[in-house]
């Protein structure tokens, strides 16, 4: 089968908030055979197919290790092996009994943890001709369907309510209240939506993996996603800063990027905010492992509230400054990054020689070059305000060019 559509099917599936065992049954479809899946925690596992009742090879090999003096570890050391030998690639396994016939395996595992086995028989058809990477296909997309079982009747009800506030313009709190019944939210609070993104759309699940574990760590489960974006609704009094190293490297892992909202008290703003982070350039364009906070961009995103043509904003930049990027594009002058570096480091002219990694006398002859030339007033606090505007919206305007 067509990996590319099984993909799609499966996604499918996984935005429609399917069972586990529903997932494993569209699973044995697209396979085309009877499939059993072998929770991390024991040998217990099920059928999804009741035609062709199988051996359990992994139950087999606990068995044999008993009668060998082994113990009930044997499950756990086995998977582990599996793990560092394989890792989600399906592989073949000849039992030691030759009454059972040989299997293909395929680790299930999401969140850094071993979830499970997927066991597929050898039934009518050698297993050179089973998909294998379909099959890893359907194990990652298991691992994802269970980290969403947790307390999967709060979760379902987490998924619609994140599906409307951010979906449907004219819901209301009282039809957010209808969806999620007990576990609806307040609607007065201290707010923040973490929205993720990911550019390969070719592993879109993995964002969805991402936003489950960081929803974790923030202590909420109200997170939804949908192709290549994750979004997570966390109250205040969970803070980000205890666990920003973590986040880090989890966005840095998954080759995504993150931008964070202001506080919220209206719950019925999240979508306000969704769609303004959404449009934010600076999101947009930020590297995996990035997370951007939208107070940092406050003023980028008025300008795109503004809903003005790059030509028109382009009205409101500052005559001087305007002067200034002309010069430096005519002589190669660095004028306007020297002025940018002096006005983020507050006017600190030894700051901002570190921040450009040149001499203290370069800047102060650029920072006294471009009063004389462009009449520029350093210290007014009226002027150093009009300047730190004029370089942000062009900034900005770059940004959309």
């Known amino acids: 089968m067509d990996l590319t559509v099984a993909r799609e099917e499966l996604l499918e599936q996984l935005l429609e908030d399917i069972s586990l065992t529903g997932l494993l049954e569209k699973c044995a479809r697209l396979l085309g055979s009877p499939l059993r899946f072998t929770f991390h925690g024991g040998p217990e596992g099920f059928m999804v197919t009741e035609d062709y009742p199988i051996a359990d090879v992994i139950r087999s090999r606990i068995e044999t290790s008993r009668q060998a003096g082994g113990t ?195 719950l019925m703003d999240a979508a306000v905010w969704h769609r303004r982070m959404a449009r934010l350039p600076s999101f947009l364009q930020a590297a995996p492992g990035t997370l951007t906070f939208y107070e940092d961009w406050l003023d980028w995103g008025l300008f795109g509230e503004a809903k003005l043509e790059p030509g028109q904003l382009e009205a409101f930049l500052p005559r001087d400054i305007m002067a200034i990027r002309d010069h430096d594009r005519e002589h190669g002058t660095q004028y306007l990054r020297t002025l940018s570096a002096y006005i983020n480091s507050g006017g600190r002219r030894n700051q901002t020689a570190v921040a450009l990694g040149t001499h203290l006398n370069t800047v102060n002859y650029r920072l006294q070059k471009m009063e004389e030339l462009f009449g520029l007033d350093l210290h007014a606090p009226a002027a150093t305000f009009r300047i730190l505007f004029g370089i942000r919206l062009m900034e900005y305007l770059d940004s959309r060019t």
């Open 72 to 266: 009930d570890d044997s499950f756990r050391i086995l998977m582990e092996q599996f793990e560092r030998e394989h890792g989600g690639t399906p592989f073949a396994v000849s039992p030691e009994t030759p009454a059972l016939a040989r299997r293909l395996l395929c680790v299930v595992r999401a969140n850094g943890q071993l979830l499970g086995l997927l066991i597929l028989p050898e039934h009518r058809r050698p297993l050179e001709e089973i998909d294998r990477p379909l099959m890893a296909l359907c194990a990652r997309c298991i691992g994802f369907r269970m980290l969403q079982s947790v307390r999967d009747s709060t979760t379902l009800a987490a998924q619609q309510g994140m599906h409307m506030l951010l979906s449907f313009r004219g819901a209301t709190y009282d039809d957010f209240i209808g969806v999620t019944g007990s576990a609806a939210l307040p609607r007065s609070g201290t707010y923040r939506l973490m929205v993720l993104r990911r550019q390969d759309s070719d592993e879109s699940q993995r964002v969805g993996v991402l936003g489950a574990q960081i929803a974790r760590l923030l202590s909420t489960e109200w997170y939804t996603f949908q192709k290549q974006e994750a979004v997570v609704l966390f109250d205040e009094g969970h803070a980000v800063a205890p666990v920003r190293r973590q986040i880090d490297q989890l966005l840095e892992i998954g080759g995504a990027c993150a931008c964070l909202s202001p506080v919220f008290r209206d």
